[in-house]
């Protein structure tokens, strides 16, 4: 089993910056695929970032694409997620996400089949 603890949400107004961090705990080897998710009220969960741990392959959502960053700690089971130039339309609860297996290396970065999901964290973008 792997936990996942999210921080680093809050609320900021359009423009600024947030930094999530998510630390896994429990049996580490279960996060080859780490990554962020994040829902609005009513719809699905989106892909926002993946990392594949194992040789540093990362994937980003289109509508995020360079405004945020995803990075891995020093220690294989951290990574984070520097979020810049905020949106109102950012403002969803974000969880982070992690996986043993190796489909993050590829297109299936996005399905949200991860083994391991954080309790979510809330980000708030206000105009």
């Known amino acids: 089993q792997v936990q996942l603890v999210e921080s680093g949400g809050g609320s900021v107004q359009a423009g600024g910056s947030l930094r999530l961090s998510c630390a896994a705990s429990?049996?580490?080897?279960?996060?080859?695929?780490m990554g962020w998710f994040r829902q609005f009220p009513g719809k699905e969960r989106e892909g926002v970032a993946s990392?594949?741990?194992?040789?540093?392959?990362?994937y980003y959502g289109t509508s995020v694409k360079g405004r945020f960053t995803i990075s891995q700690g020093n220690a294989k089971n951290t990574v984070y997620l520097q979020m810049n130039s905020l949106k109102p339309e950012d403002t969803a609860m974000y969880y982070c996400?992690?996986?043993?297996?190796?489909?993050?290396?590829?297109?299936?970065?996005?399905?949200?089949?991860?083994?391991?999901w954080g309790q979510g964290t809330q980000v708030t973008v206000s105009s």
């Open positions: 996400v992690a996986d043993p297996n190796s489909f993050c290396r590829g297109s299936s970065w996005s399905v949200p089949v991860y083994n391991y």
């Open positions: 429990g049996y580490t080897y279960g996060t080859n695929c």
């Open positions: 990392i594949y741990t194992g040789d540093g392959t990362i």
